[in-house]
């Protein structure tokens, strides 16, 4: 599933190939693929059509295409998306599930889905922020993110560390393997109870949050001339820099003690039982 600096690529990619471009036609060949977008498919064609787009902008995971009509398009990846920019005489993907032509002939934009989780859907006068957006917090690579009003709002949350990073409304952008390689680095087991950490501790777990996911999109935006930008959940990050995500039972990179694996919500979560000890309080 890509997470934000999977995203993050994505969208500067995209801002390169489609800013100041008129969508000339758009196919929808999947209903699926636009079923968030209530009022259907002939809607959609229409307030597309003829339309320039004016940027490219992402909040978290969701990424919107403001409109020189006020509207924008917005996109939601799922687990299996693409926006692939591809020449017009390029075969068509088997998976392709809707298609943008511009006026200027040049290339296409294509959303394929293989899953078809993911799908785009336009969301009137919502050029600047969608509404459909607007409950999910500013990520922490956002100049606006407030972060001493963060530090605040989590130390208030009676809850567990991983899942407040995990809390869309409080932070967005942190999924699972960001979560745990953070945590690894400032040295907090998952389970620390938000309300015993202090305000260094805080502002340091932020720190390492920031540079875990301003070094991973530094590490996926190497190929940005490409034509063909992809999202596939991966990035050359993921190779080269995990400490704690995927190494159960590999030497913790700082001390040599074997990575854990626990269960956590619906998936799994990794840390050094000796750099990151689980706490002594009773969760209630
Ligand atoms: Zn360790």
Request: with cysteine; charged share 25%; net charge neutral.
């Amino acid at each position: 599933m890509p997470e934000l600096p999977e995203v993050e690529t994505v969208r500067q990619g995209l801002a390169k190939w489609v800013t100041g471009r008129t969508i000339r036609t758009v196919e929808v060949h999947h209903p699926r693929a636009i079923r968030r977008h209530l009022p259907g498919d002939a809607h959609f064609i229409a307030l597309l059509t003829g339309r320039t787009i004016v940027d490219v902008a992402r909040r978290g995971k969701y990424l919107w295409f403001p409109l020189d009509s006020g509207d924008a398009l917005i996109g939601h990846l799922g687990m299996s998306g693409q926006l692939l920019m591809q020449p017009a005489d390029a075969e068509d993907e088997k998976h392709l599930r809707i298609r943008f032509t511009f006026t200027d002939d040049g290339p296409e934009l294509r959303f394929v889905d293989q899953r078809t989780f993911g799908g785009l859907s336009l969301s009137e006068g919502g050029a600047e922020l969608p509404d459909e957006i607007a409950h999910i917090a500013r990520d922490p690579m956002d100049p606006l993110f407030d972060d001493e009003a963060f530090v605040a709002r989590l130390r208030g949350k009676h809850t567990e560390i991983k899942r407040a990073l995990l809390d869309q409304t409080l932070i967005s952008g942190v999924g699972n393997i960001y979560a745990d390689e953070a945590l690894w680095r400032a040295q907090l087991h998952g389970a620390r109870p938000t309300d015993q950490l202090t305000r260094p501790a805080v502002r340091r777990l932020l720190a390492h949050v920031r540079d875990v996911l301003g070094e991973a999109i530094v590490a996926g935006g190497t190929s940005f001339d490409e034509l063909y930008v992809n999202v596939n959940g991966e990035s050359g990050y993921f190779d080269r820099a995990l400490n704690a995500y995927g190494r159960e039972g590999e030497p913790c990179h700082r001390c040599g003690t074997p990575i854990r694996r626990e269960q956590f919500m619906n998936r799994s979560s990794f840390s050094c039982p000796r750099c990151q000890p689980r706490p002594r309080t009773i969760r209630h």
